[in-house]
C-alpha cells in the first residue's frame, strides 16, 4: 500500500495519478491543471510516495511553492509521504546560509523553497546551493506564475538540474495563448527551449493571435482545436462538477447596482478630470486612467477631490506641527500629500489630529459620507441578514484601501471579523485562517485581498463569497472564490459579484467573460465548451478578444462611462 490506511485517494486522483505515472514511464514532463480544490497537491505528493514506495527512488524532489502555502505543504508532505525527510528552504539570508552549512545533500529526499529564491539577485548563493542538486522531480506549485519566458524566475528555475518537471496550476489560462505555451515551454523544454523552438512557438502563438481574433467564429473553433491537439498529451484537466458528485452546488450572482446621486458625481468628476488631461495634452496612461476610473466605480472616497482646495492650509499645517518630520519642507508635504494621499488617508489625517488643531477638525468628514457607495449600501442591506440566517462569509476587495474602509463599515454594524492582506505576515496567516475555521467561531466576516487570499488557503468553513470588485483575469477571482468550494465542503455556496452600472466595472466583466471563454475552450472538452455555450455553475458570454484600452477608448468615445 501506497499510505497509511486512515488516507485514501479518491477515484479521478487515482486517475491523475496513473497519468503521472505515465509520464514519467514515457520521459514526458506535465501540467496538472485540475480545478482548484481538486487536490493536486496530493496527487503530486502520492507521484513521490510511489517512486518510493514501489521504485526505492527517493528522490530528491524539490517543490516550489508560493510563500503563503508554506505550512500547508509542510503538512501534507509529512501526511503523505511518511518515510521521506522533509525540509523547507526558507527564512532570512543567514538562516538559509546555516541550512546550507548544517544540511547534507543526501539526507534531504523532499525539500519546499519558495518562488523568492528565483527572482532576486541577492540570492545566487541559494540558486547556486540548489543547482548542486540532481532532482528527481521540480514540482512548480501556482505554476502559472512561469507564464513569462523571459522573467528572472523562469529563467533560474529552468535551469535546475531534474529528470521530470511537473507544474500544479487550476488556472493555467489566465489571459491569452502566450502564457500557456510559456507553461508548455518550461513542461517540455527540449521541444521549445532551444532556438529553433522559441522560434516555432513565436510563430505558432502568432498564428493563433491572428486566426483566433479576427471575429470569424468558425476561423476561432478551428484554431482552438489545432492548439487542443498539440496541447492535450501535456495537460490533465478535471472540473469539480464533472468528478465530485458530493461537492454541494455553487450559485453564482451578479449584482448589478445603480450608482446614487454622490457617487454618481464623484464618477462623472473622474472623467471629467480625464478629458481636461486629454485635451491639455498631458500624458496619461491606461494603467492611470483605469485605476481611477475603478477607484470612482469602488468607492468615491478613494478619489483625491474633496480637499483639493484645502491642501495648502493642511499641508501648512502639518508642516507646522511636523507630522511628518522636522526635515520635511511644507512644499514637500504638499507634494507628498497630493501625490500618495487620497480623501479617506487626508481625512483620517485630520482626525486623528483634530484635537490639536480646530481647523483640522473642521475639515473632517462626515461618517456617513465615508460609508456611502453603491456597493457598501448593498453590504449594509444583506449582510445582517445572511449573517442572521447562519451564513459565514468571505468578503474580497483587491484594494487594501477598501479593505480599510470596510473595516469602518463592519465596526458600524457591530461585526467581530479577520482580515488577511498582502501586507499580513507570512507566519500569522495559518494563525487566521485556523481561527476562522475554529468550529463556533465568534468571526462570521473574513475579509482579504483577493490575490493574497487566492493562493493556498482552505476557507470551507464559509459558504457565502461576496466579490466587491472583480479582476479583470476571471482566474485570480476563480482562485478566490474556490477556497471555498472545494473538497471538504458541506453547504451549498453561494457568490455574489457586484458590478456598477454603467462604470468602467461593466468593462472589466466583459473583458474577463472573454478571458474566461478562451479558457474554457482550450481546457474543457470542444464540443462542450464552444464560446457563448453555457455550462452548469459557470459563467456564460461570447469572447472578447480587445484589450482593456480598446474597451475604455470605445466607450469614452460612446459616452458610455
Known amino acids: ?126 540558486r547556486a546551493y540548489l543547482k548542486r542538486f540532481h532532482f528527481e522531480y521540480v514540482i512548480c506549485d501556482e505554476g502559472h506564475s512561469l507564464k513569462n519566458v523571459d522573467s528572472a524566475r523562469f529563467k533560474n528555475i529552468n535551469a535546475l538540474n531534474t529528470n521530470c518537471r511537473l507544474i500544479l496550476s487550476g488556472t493555467p489560462v489566465q489571459n491569452n495563448m502566450r502564457e500557456l505555451l510559456g507553461l508548455i515551454s518550461f513542461a517540455m523544454p527540449k521541444m521549445f527551449n532551444n532556438k529553433s523552438g522559441r522560434k516555432k512557438t513565436e510563430l505558432f502563438v502568432s498564428y493563433f493571435e491572428r486566426k483566433y481574433n479576427n471575429g470569424k467564429a468558425k476561423s476561432a473553433d478551428s484554431v482552438i482545436k489545432q492548439v487542443r491537439t498539440i496541447i492535450d498529451p501535456f495537460i490533465l484537466r478535471r472540473l469539480k462538477d464533472e468528478v465530485l458528485s458530493e461537492i454541494p452546488k455553487k450559485t453564482e450572482v451578479t449584482v448589478k447596482l445603480d450608482l446614487e446621486e454622490d457617487h454618481k458625481d464623484a464618477y462623472n468628476w473622474t472623467l471629467k478630470q480625464i478629458k481636461l488631461q ?145 501586507q499580513t505576515n507570512v507566519q500569522e496567516r495559518q494563525e487566521i485562517i485556523d481561527t476562522f475555521n475554529t468550529q463556533g467561531s465568534i468571526y462570521k466576516i473574513f475579509m482579504l485581498s483577493t490575490r493574497a487570499g487566492g493562493l493556498g488557503i482552505n476557507l470551507t468553513s464559509a459558504d457565502t463569497v461576496i466579490l466587491h470588485d472583480i479582476d479583470f483575469n476571471p482566474q485570480i477571482d476563480r482562485q478566490a472564490v474556490d477556497r471555498v468550494h472545494r473538497i471538504g465542503q458541506l453547504k451549498p455556496v453561494q457568490v455574489f459579484r457586484l458590478i456598477c452600472k454603467g462604470t468602467v466595472d461593466e468593462k472589466i466583466l466583459e473583458l474577463a467573460d472573454g478571458k474566461y471563454v478562451l479558457d474554457q475552450s482550450l481546457l474543457s472538452d470542444v464540443k462542450k465548451s464552444t464560446p457563448g455555450k453555457k455550462r452548469k455553475g459557470k459563467r456564460n458570454g461570447t469572447a472578447s478578444n480587445k484589450t482593456m484600452k480598446q474597451l475604455l477608448d470605445e466607450a469614452l468615445v460612446r459616452g458610455e462611462l
Not at 36 to 55: F, N, P, S, W
Not at 299 to 312: A, C, E, G, S
Not at 320 to 339: M, N, P, S
Not at 374 to 400: C, D, M, V, Y
Open 1 to 126: 500500500a501506497l499510505f497509511d490506511y486512515k488516507l485514501k485517494l479518491k477515484d479521478y486522483q487515482l486517475t491523475g495519478l496513473n497519468w503521472l505515472i505515465q509520464l514519467r514511464a514515457n520521459g514526458i514532463n506535465g501540467i496538472l491543471a485540475d480545478e482548484m480544490g481538486l487536490g493536486k497537491t496530493v496527487q503530486a505528493l502520492a507521484v513521490i510516495q510511489y517512486l518510493h514506495r514501489m521504485k526505492q527512488n527517493r528522490g530528491p524532489h524539490l517543490i516550489i511553492i508560493p510563500a503563503s502555502t508554506k505550512d500547508n505543504w509542510a503538512r501534507e508532505i509529512s501526511r503523505w509521504t511518511p518515510g521521506l525527510n522533509g525540509k523547507i528552504y526558507y527564512g532570512t539570508q543567514a538562516e538559509r546560509a546555516e541550512f546550507r552549512r548544517r544540511e547534507i545533500k543526501s539526507d534531504i529526499d523532499v525539500m519546499l523553497c519558495t518562488y523568492s529564491v528565483f527572482e532576486r539577485e541577492t540570492n545566487v548563493e541559494d
Open 278 to 422: 486629454k485635451e491639455g495634452k498631458i500624458q496619461i496612461t491606461i494603467a492611470h486612467l483605469f485605476s481611477e476610473l475603478r477607484k470612482a466605480a469602488n468607492h468615491p472616497i478613494l478619489l483625491q477631490r474633496l480637499f483639493n482646495d484645502k491642501l495648502d492650509i493642511i499641508s501648512k499645517i502639518s508642516w507646522e506641527r511636523q507630522i511628518f518630520g522636522a526635515e520635511c519642507t511644507q512644499q514637500a508635504v504638499k507634494d507628498y500629500l497630493k501625490k500618495d494621499y487620497n480623501d479617506y488617508d487626508i481625512n483620517g489625517l485630520c482626525l486623528e489630529f483634530k484635537d490639536r488643531n480646530e481647523i483640522l477638525k473642521s475639515f473632517c468628514l462626515n461618517r456617513s459620507y465615508i460609508l456611502n457607495s453603491a456597493k457598501f449600501k448593498w453590504l449594509k442591506s444583506n449582510l445582517p441578514p445572511l449573517i442572521n440566517n447562519g451564513h459565514r462569509i468571505l468578503l474580497f476587495s483587491q484594494w487594501t484601501s477598501i479593505m480599510d474602509v470596510m473595516e469602518e463599515l463592519l465596526q458600524e454594524l457591530g461585526y467581530m471579523y479577520l482580515r488577511l492582506d498582502g
